[in-house]
């Protein structure tokens, strides 16, 4: 069951609806096949939206229950790490865990992914604010930001 409460809490931008619905719709390889991963609760039993608006960001994935959003970088991430850290700063300050993975991880590991998500602290077991987190690094995404 959602957390609602955390869900709805969560600043909105409706001029970005129109924006979300597309991207869901224009299907990104690697985001779809890890959408595969995650829908119907197969990732640690856990609820995931696709294409959340937050703020006027939209975010690949999910978790109200956690508190945390997945994001895949791919092509469209290529010069972009000032506009990137920028929203995981925004993202940070609303209490979210942003993890970042690389596309070309979900489409040459996915089992590795999977592996390396299913066992991050943020997805798992104890929340990070009880003192089990140490910053995962997935191989070659460098992990989380």
């Keep these: 069951m959602r957390k609602t409460q955390a869900y709805k809490s969560l600043p909105y931008n409706p001029a970005l609806r129109d924006k979300a619905k597309a991207l869901r719709k224009a299907g990104i390889l690697h985001e779809v096949l890890l959408w595969l991963e ?15 608006i937050i703020g006027n960001y939209i975010v690949d994935f999910y978790c109200a229950e ?15 790490q000032d506009e990137d850290a920028e929203r995981d700063r925004y993202l940070h300050g609303l209490g979210l865990t942003v993890i970042r993975l690389l596309a070309k991880d979900v489409m040459q590991n996915m089992d590795g992914v999977i592996v390396f998500l299913r066992d991050h602290p943020a997805l798992s077991g104890t929340p990070p604010e ?16």
């Design 38 to 52: 995650l829908k119907s609760k197969k990732l640690n039993v856990l609820d995931f939206d696709r294409q959340k």
């Design 66 to 80: 956690k508190s945390v959003v997945i994001e895949v970088d791919g092509s469209s991430h290529n010069g972009k």
């Design 130 to 145: 009880e003192g089990n987190y140490s910053a995962p690094q997935f191989p070659s995404s460098g992990g989380e930001s």
